[in-house]
Every structure is written in structure tokens, then in C-alpha cells.
């Protein structure tokens, strides 16, 4: 079982920057792959980013990439989401999710990012 906690959201301007956390339970976080995922208000949740066990790997949505970055603390049992440039259409609920094989297994609570214009 791995819990996941996610912390960092908040209300900033368009063209601010807001680094998201994710701290994981566990002895065994470096074997996941770490994603952040997001949600806006209507739509369906959509991938954001994620980075494989040793933070060597990241990919990125077309949509945040040169934007956002994704990366690892493994001493520290915590994935971050480092995001500059926000635009208003970034506001979600951000998830961070844990994967060991082919799903997406665990998830945690969301934090909210509200960008405003």
C-alpha cells in the first residue's frame, strides 16, 4: 500500500509559478513511476506529467510542457511539480498517482490550483 499526500496549491496570477508536493508512505517509492494528473471543473481528470523510479524518465502532456517540471526525491519519499507560467486554463485539482506496472494504482486527494486572469 502506498498513501499519498498531496500539498502546494493555492490562488495565483496568470504568469506565476506554484511548486506542487506529493509525499508518499512506503519503503519502496523508488519503484514507482510518479505522475501528477488534473482535473477542471466539467471535464474529465487528464495526465500531466509523470517520471520514472530513479527520475531519470519524465514525459509531459503537449499542453504544460516547457512549462512544468516533474521531479523526484527518492531519499525524501516525495515527487514535486514545479509549475511556471501558469495560464488560466490550469486551474484544476491536481492528483498525484503512484503506478508499479500498467494502472495507475494509487491516488491521492487533490490540491487545488486556481489561476486567476
Known amino acids: 500500500q502506498v498513501q499519498l499526500v498531496e500539498s502546494g496549491g493555492g490562488l495565483v496570477q496568470a504568469g506565476g509559478s506554484l511548486r506542487l508536493s506529493c509525499a508518499a508512505s512506503g519503503r519502496t517509492f523508488s519503484s514507482y513511476i510518479m505522475g501528477w494528473f488534473r482535473q477542471a471543473p466539467g471535464k474529465e481528470r487528464e495526465f500531466v506529467a509523470a517520471i520514472s523510479g530513479s527520475g531519470g524518465t519524465s514525459t509531459y502532456a503537449e499542453s504544460v510542457k516547457g512549462r512544468f517540471t516533474i521531479s523526484r526525491d527518492n531519499a525524501k519519499n516525495t515527487v514535486y511539480l514545479q509549475m511556471n507560467n501558469l495560464k488560466p486554463e490550469d486551474t484544476a485539482v491536481y492528483y498525484c498517482?503512484?503506478?508499479?506496472?500498467?494502472?495507475?494504482?494509487?491516488w491521492g486527494k487533490g490540491t487545488l490550483v486556481t489561476v486567476s486572469s
Open positions: 498517482a503512484a503506478r508499479a506496472f500498467t494502472t495507475w494504482d494509487y
